[in-house]
């Protein structure tokens, strides 16, 4: 088992079968839902949102500290992406801190050093808990959850098809 957050060519690394979004699988994949949709949230401290307010929509963010996510692999930062009336909105956001590690982007803003844009199945436990307040919940979207994929093949292998039938999600 190879944990990555890297898009790796499953083919061409002779590995049997991936995890990823279903809205990211290839076309040409098997893929089984191994979870329910996903919703993206926006998260921050309660000492944040007591200094700093709570935006009142996603153009409001121009004016808050953002924490960024970078994908390693492309360089580039994830999306703030909502919606509007059933149209996607991209919202342009900044700040002073910028990760690629999940984890450190909600410790920064466990800490109150801005908003973190996450799935929400990350934030969950501290939203919770209380030491993270949603905002803007209304305007974020969900996206399709877990999928495992593998390549179209003849034969399966046993080992495969055991981890398919354990895996798949039953709603």
């Not at 049997?16 to 979004?21: E, K, L, T, Y």
């Not at 982007?105 to 939203?127: K, M």
């Amino acid at each position: 088992m190879i944990v990555d957050d890297s898009f790796i060519d499953i083919v061409a690394d002779k590995i049997d079968a991936g995890i990823r979004f279903g809205d990211i699988v290839e076309k040409d994949m098997i893929a089984v839902r191994i979870g329910p949709d996903v919703p993206l949230c926006v998260v921050g401290s309660p000492s944040y949102f007591e200094k700093f307010g709570y935006p009142q929509n996603p153009r409001e963010l121009s004016s808050h500290r953002c924490i960024n996510y970078r994908h390693l692999r492309t360089s580039g930062f994830f999306g703030w992406e909502f919606v509007e009336d059933g149209r996607p909105l991209q919202a342009r956001v900044e700040g002073p801190l910028v990760f690629s590690n999940t984890e450190l982007l909600l410790d920064a803003a466990l800490a109150g050093h801005g908003l973190a844009y996450t799935y929400e199945n990350y934030a969950l436990e501290h939203i919770k808990a209380g030491r993270l307040e949603r905002t803007l919940a209304q305007w974020c979207p969900t996206f399709p959850g877990y999928y495992l994929y593998h390549p179209s093949r003849r034969q399966v292998p046993p080992a495969l098809t055991a981890l398919i039938a354990a895996l798949k999600y039953r709603a």
